[in-house]
């Protein structure tokens, strides 16, 4: 990562506030069967925001502010943006107070589809401002679900479009790398093969497709390590890719043929906490370790 020569890229992180992430969903084996965002314990969110988020601020080597979103809550899904924009964090070590204080608002509602599009094209906007590189870190907990019906005006036919298929073949026109972090059960199928499906969707609807820039990596398989060398290559597996595209981007150039110069997208809903909200943090844990089991 240092070798990379990432102290001038920029940060985004996206957290999935979908209704699947519900305890009443029954899909969350691997959390005890909680909801994922519990806040009575370090919940699966919350352990790859440390785990991940201290081996990218050891890559920066500064405690670079950057913005923190979030997407599929009733407040977003509806608004052009697609996504709620929490606030700047300075260091990752601001990431998880303020995602707790979101959380824990009670105006918060969980709600869907799980859709990246909204994120994607907050990043694509800010890679146009600052002509900077961005690494987009979506941590979610279910399969892109967003395919919306078009009908074709000539031939009446239908088709099935994905806004977020779409944006992420728009940001391989930008200096973007995104990683996708997968927690709870899954399944993750269609997440394991990305990559190829963004490559095949660009093709079948004719859309320039410059460079992959997105990966999958599920959290799942290590919920329950406290190994540190094992949790160790689960961070290296999340920005392994992030090196290689950058080296990629230093020799073909950042922005790509069909990539804009003017920013397009509408601003995030802007989330701010109530009056006198605060949330307690959790007792803390080891990042290597689990909070102990209930009984």
Same mark, same amino acid.
């Given at each position: 990562?240092?070798?990379?020569?990432?102290?001038?890229?920029?940060?985004?992180?996206?957290?999935?506030?979908?209704?699947?992430?519900?305890?009443?969903?029954?899909?969350?084996?691997?959390?005890?069967?909680?909801?994922?965002?519990?806040?009575?314990?370090?919940?699966?969110?919350?352990?790859?925001?440390?785990?991940?988020?201290?081996?990218?601020?050891?890559?920066?080597?500064?405690?670079?502010?950057?913005?923190?979103?979030?997407?599929?809550?009733?407040?977003? +899904?509806?608004?052009?943006? !697609?996504?709620? $924009?929490?606030? =700047?964090?300075?260091? @990752?070590?601001?990431?998880?107070?303020?995602? /707790?204080?979101?959380?824990?608002?009670?105006?918060?509602?969980?709600?869907?589809?799980?859709?990246?599009?909204?994120?994607?094209?907050?990043?694509?906007?800010?890679?146009?401002?600052?002509?900077?590189?961005?690494?987009?870190?979506?941590?979610?907990?279910?399969?892109?679900?967003?395919?919306?019906?078009?009908?074709?005006?000539?031939?009446?036919?239908?088709?099935?479009?994905?806004?977020?298929?779409?944006?992420?073949?728009?940001?391989?026109?930008?200096?973007?790398?995104?990683?996708?972090?997968?927690?709870?059960?899954?399944?993750?199928?269609?997440?394991?093969?990305?990559?190829?499906?963004?490559?095949? +969707?660009?093709?079948?609807? !004719?859309?320039? $497709?410059?460079? =992959?820039?997105?990966? @999958?990596?599920?959290?799942?398989?290590?919920? /329950?390590?406290?190994?540190?060398?094992?949790?160790?290559?689960?961070?290296?597996?999340?920005?392994?890719?992030?090196?290689?595209?950058?080296?990629?981007?230093?020799?073909?150039?950042?922005?790509?043929?069909?990539?804009?110069?003017?920013?397009?997208?509408?601003?995030?809903?802007?989330?701010?906490?109530?009056?006198?909200?605060?949330?307690?943090?959790?007792?803390?844990?080891?990042?290597?370790?689990?909070?102990?089991?209930?009984?």
């Amino acid at each position: 990562m240092r070798e990379a020569n990432l102290e001038d890229s920029d940060m985004v992180v996206a957290i999935d506030m979908t209704r699947s992430n519900e305890a009443s969903m029954g899909g969350n084996v691997s959390f005890e069967g909680l909801d994922l965002h519990d806040l009575k314990t370090l919940n699966p969110y919350e352990r790859v925001m440390e785990l991940v988020g201290h081996e990218v601020a050891r890559a920066l080597d500064r405690d670079a502010k950057f913005p923190v979103l979030a997407f599929g809550d009733a407040g977003s +899904v509806d608004h052009a943006a !697609g996504c709620v $924009y929490l606030g =700047d964090a300075e260091g @990752f070590d601001a990431v998880r107070p303020l995602y /707790r204080s979101f959380v824990a608002d009670p105006r918060v509602r969980k709600s869907g589809p799980t859709s990246f599009a909204g994120v994607i094209n907050y990043t694509i906007d800010h890679s146009i401002t600052t002509g900077r590189f961005h690494t987009l870190i979506i941590i979610t907990d279910g399969q892109i679900n967003d395919s919306v019906d078009v009908h074709s005006a000539p031939s009446g036919r239908v088709a099935k479009r994905s806004p977020t298929m779409e944006a992420l073949i728009r940001a391989s026109q930008y200096p973007i790398e995104v990683i996708v972090i997968g927690v709870g059960d899954g399944p993750w199928g269609s997440m394991e093969s990305l990559d190829d499906e963004v490559r095949d +969707v660009a093709k079948s609807l !004719g859309m320039p $497709y410059r460079v =992959d820039c997105c990966q @999958f990596v599920p959290f799942t398989s290590y919920m /329950r390590t406290t190994d540190p060398a094992v949790l160790h290559r689960f961070t290296l597996a999340c920005l392994q890719e992030v090196p290689q595209l950058k080296a990629w981007l230093d020799v073909h150039g950042k922005m790509g043929p069909g990539a804009s110069t003017t920013t397009k997208h509408a601003e995030p809903v802007k989330w701010s906490p109530p009056e006198a909200h605060v949330v307690p943090m959790p007792p803390p844990f080891p990042v290597s370790g689990m909070p102990p089991p209930r009984h």
